[in-house]
């Protein structure tokens, strides 16, 4: 599989969005839930074709956002398009939950053998990462028979009642729905740039021992005993929290942590997996391995599909645990293996060298402009915090709103996470030339917003 080179540039012919564009927003703001956490642009998506969008009037972007982190083979994948294709003309729907068909135990079994879980391993399919996570919960609960679980700041692990107690993110995203579903207890998350009692840049050693101690040393001790405590979940790199990767050292810490005490350790690569870090997981860049991990997002190339998998012998429930109507829909799973297979074929290696140049570029961009204060993660999981000026370091969240609209402006699709990063998470095919062309429009967008 080769990136796709063919067209060079984003072209803005209209004002944005343009009257096609405008009309559909209208009618959105009329009939659509106003909860949707869109940023200050507004893109009206018509066509999708590799790296590059079209929008209703006929503007085209670079897409360095891929949906979200979902298209990880690029819009439209010809052999996605092909395999979904060839699906729907055999079988659309079965309901696994009742019946048997091949493409279950495939990806199953070939989840088995990729993901870093040790030994033998079970798979539950839903339809999103949120229900991924529920499957998590569920599944640790029923195999430890308890009841507590350990989340971080800042983690997004969804919005579905028990997997919203975990997510601690944004305050929007809990107000309104009153107490925690769960008992979930929050613990800092090891982010070297800001540590959590200062807010300030740390080396990965200090906040390492920092955020065990907290777990060991406060929580474990007054709030949380460690022998009622269910699982511990957390994301290898946190995705809309800021793109902000764990150092290895606390993985292993918290893989020491699980064993002592007989806790359940889940990892959500929803955002982070799917070669997305240059590998195909990014707990692997750890050496870690966990008990239980959720996917989602780029498993499917757009398709719907969420998958907790799981040890066995933490995965043996009984008849009736767990199931979905539409998990493991037959069509999706065309599209997952067909991913993976892409994925093995060139672009998880892609991701890890194009990644490798895009951070090199931004690093270059760091040096340069006093408003960048980090840029950080792995493969093409990058993320770049604004700030207002080197010495203070302090965020800066309405100059990074205003660069995500000025990259909108000149025809590059990306977006934030965080109060004040901005997520790079193209699709997988990205090439060295398209990051030329959007590493120019982000540094003009900079010029222009400081
Ligand atoms: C790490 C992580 N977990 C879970 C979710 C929830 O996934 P979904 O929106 O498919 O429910 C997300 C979504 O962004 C995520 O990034």
Redesign the pocket.
């Known amino acids: 599989m080769k990136p796709t080179t063919d067209l060079q540039k984003p072209v803005i012919k209209t004002e944005l969005p343009g009257p096609k564009g405008r009309e559909i927003i209208a009618a959105d703001a009329k009939y659509v839930t106003p909860s949707y956490p869109r940023p200050d642009y507004k893109l009206v998506a018509e066509k999708g074709y590799g790296v590059w969008v079209e929008d209703v009037d006929g503007n085209i972007f670079l897409d360095c956002n891929a949906g979200?982190?979902v298209c990880s083979t690029g819009h439209c994948h010809p052999e996605i398009v092909e395999a979904i294709t060839r699906q729907t003309q055999n079988l659309i729907h079965m309901c696994g939950t009742d019946f048997y068909y091949r493409h279950m135990p495939d990806l199953a079994q070939k989840l088995d053998e990729i993901v870093p879980i040790e030994g033998a391993t079970k798979t539950h399919f839903a339809n999103?990462?949120?229900?991924?996570?529920e499957t998590a919960l569920k599944v640790a609960m029923h195999h430890t028979k308890r009841q507590k679980f350990i989340s971080f700041f800042s983690s997004?692990?969804?919005?579905?009642l028990g997997?919203l107690s975990l997510t601690s993110s944004k305050a929007a995203q809990r107000r309104g729905f009153m107490r925690q579903a769960l008992d979930v207890i929050h613990v800092p998350y090891p982010n070297k740039f800001r540590h959590f009692a200062n807010n300030q840049p740390t080396d990965e050693e200090t906040i390492t021992r920092d955020c065990l101690a907290w777990i060991e040393e406060r929580i474990f001790k007054t709030t949380t005993p460690p022998d009622e405590v269910a699982a511990i979940i957390i994301?290898a790199v946190q995705?809309?929290g800021g793109y902000v990767p764990a150092p290895k050292g606390f993985l292993q810490g918290i893989r020491r942590i699980c064993d002592e005490h007989g806790i359940v350790m889940i990892v959500?690569?929803?955002?982070?997996g799917m070669g997305r870090t240059g590998k195909m997981f990014a707990i692997e860049h750890s050496g870690v391995k966990p008990d239980v991990m959720?996917l989602?997002?780029g498993i499917g190339s757009g398709l719907p599909i969420?998958i907790c998998i799981a040890k066995d012998s933490i995965m043996n429930w009984g008849k009736g645990a767990h199931a979905s109507t539409f998990g493991g829909n037959p069509v999706c799973i065309a599209s997952a293996l067909k991913t993976i297979e892409l994925l093995e074929n060139g672009l998880v290696e892609n991701s890890r060298e194009v990644g490798a140049y895009l951070e090199a570029g931004l690093n270059k961009l760091k040096d340069k402009y006093d408003v960048i204060g980090d840029v950080r993660g792995f493969g093409l999981m990058l993320g770049v915090e604004f700030v207002t000026d080197k010495n203070t370091l302090a965020p800066a969240p309405e100059l990074r709103d205003k660069i995500e609209y000025a990259c909108y402006e000149r025809g590059l699709i990306i977006l934030g996470c965080g109060a004040n990063s901005i997520r790079w998470s193209p699709p997988l095919i990205l090439s060295k030339e398209n990051v030329d062309v959007a590493l120019e429009i982000f540094e003009e967008a900079i010029k222009v917003s400081i």
């Open positions: 979200v982190a999103s990462g949120a229900e991924a996570v997004f692990h969804g919005r579905t997997a994301e995705g809309e959500d690569e929803v955002q982070s959720c989602a997002k969420g």
